[in-house]
């Protein structure tokens, strides 16, 4: 019996609150495309960091802070924004996000210091949160019978985003240089606050009637309160500490003899991703049809399995496009696994929970993105290997401390 099995029947004794507002196609396909545009706005820092760092006057082993900054705006706004999503209109909190992020990167483009730099990508981190708003939407809009499906299918379209952006930032960083990159975002996130406000419904349940800061106080309770939520916030933390050694140390090697790839040619491996994630997409269902812990634990022995191929990459670059597919399957099989049993425990405070668990998992991609470029430094690929597998195999082992519990 799992930890999650004894908790479930605490769970299931209110149904979970619905609004009164039919969950269309086209509202799952702009949640969906909405939270690819607005997560690649924290990624497409990973395959230009040797650029941003030729320019700014970076060294090596410190240009990861770009990623642990933006992480760290990131894990700020899950637990100060995305509560609101509880307090007053997600749709009205996700268009003035989706705006306001439009500044902040056209300041990224523009930004003549590393200091303002950094800042401006602090701040864009914060706003990314709109992700979560729009999932914890979704979440809410949707039948309890097909919750995980639409939370998967909304999901896929932030590690699709999360890979993407690997490849768009190649193609207009080769094109026009890193600053492109995120001026073309900014035109991006205002066209999207646009359409967030044209097709989104409005809330027409009561918000709740707590304060702002009984809310985010209520947050930490929640997870302490509850032994599945803690779990899958660790699991969140592990699975995407191990991502980001990966991603963001990728760029490293490649760039470098004897491979000397454009930042196109690196961008591309974000396909294999897509096609990883795109694969996993299914992992909500089995998660409503009560598969969860089964399917978690399969996705954390593919992500072991991943590095395997993964370090031959001075030896083989097929092998590790396929270790890519295999670990970027495992993580989204895991995280829309999470996210699917989290939103379920509490319906009423489904954007506390949903920011909470993503509070884990920012802290996972800023402890991998410094450690995998830090890794690197000191002991080349096969540190970063390491690394990545270590986390890994803590992943692993806390899934399985919980088999019979």
């Known amino acids: 019996m799992t930890v999650e099995t004894a908790c479930r029947s605490s769970a299931a004794n209110g149904a979970p609150s619905r609004d009164d507002v039919e969950l269309k196609p086209a509202t799952i396909a702009v ?18 960091l040797d650029a941003m760092a030729h320019e700014f006057g970076i060294a090596p082993a410190a240009v990861g802070l770009v990623v642990t900054l933006t992480q760290l705006g990131y894990a700020l706004g899950l637990i100060l924004v995305v509560p609101l999503g509880d307090l007053i209109d997600p749709r009205a909190l996700a268009v003035t996000q989706s705006a306001l992020s439009a500044v902040a990167l056209a300041i990224v483009a523009t930004s003549r210091t590393a200091t303002v730099m950094f800042a401006a990508m602090v ?74 406000a044209r097709v989104l419904p409005g809330r027409r349940s009561v918000p709740g009637t707590a304060s702002y800061r009984a809310t985010v106080g209520s947050i930490p309770r929640l997870f302490l309160g509850d032994p599945v939520l803690r779990l899958r916030g660790l699991l969140a933390l592990l699975i995407f500490a191990t991502f980001s050694t990966f991603w963001t140390a990728l760029v490293l090697p490649l760039s470098a003899a004897p491979f000397h790839f454009s930042h196109t040619q690196i961008g591309l491996f974000g396909l294999v991703g897509v096609a990883g994630a795109l694969a996993a997409a299914k992992a909500g269902g089995l998660a409503d049809r009560g598969l969860g812990h089964r399917t978690t634990g399969l996705g954390l022995a593919l992500l072991l399995v991943a590095w395997a191929p993964i370090a031959l990459l001075p030896v083989s670059i097929p092998a590790v496009i396929g270790g890519v597919l295999v670990l970027d399957l495992a993580v989204q099989a895991v995280h829309v696994t999470n996210q699917s049993v989290i939103v379920a425990r509490h319906p009423q405070a489904r954007s506390r929970l949903v920011g909470g668990y993503m509070a884990f998992y920012s802290a996972g991609s800023g402890i991998g993105g410094l450690a995998g470029t830090t890794a690197f430094a000191l002991a080349g690929w096969i540190g970063v290997c390491a690394i990545g597998a270590f986390f890994s195999v803590i992943a692993l082992c806390v899934w399985h401390c919980t088999v019979s519990k």
């Open 123 to 196: 701040v864009v981190g914060l706003l990314a949160v709109v992700v979560q708003v729009l999932v914890a939407y979704a979440a809410a809009l949707a039948d309890s019978n097909r919750r995980g499906q639409v939370i998967g299918t909304v999901s896929g379209g932030v590690v699709i985003g999360i890979l993407s952006a690997r490849i768009a930032a190649g193609v207009l960083s080769d094109l026009g240089g890193w600053r492109a990159v995120y001026l073309t975002s900014a035109g991006l996130s205002a066209v999207l606050a646009v359409a967030l």
């Open 31 to 48: 949640c969906a495309i909405g939270c690819g545009l607005s997560v690649a706005n924290i990624y497409y820092a990973q395959p230009l």
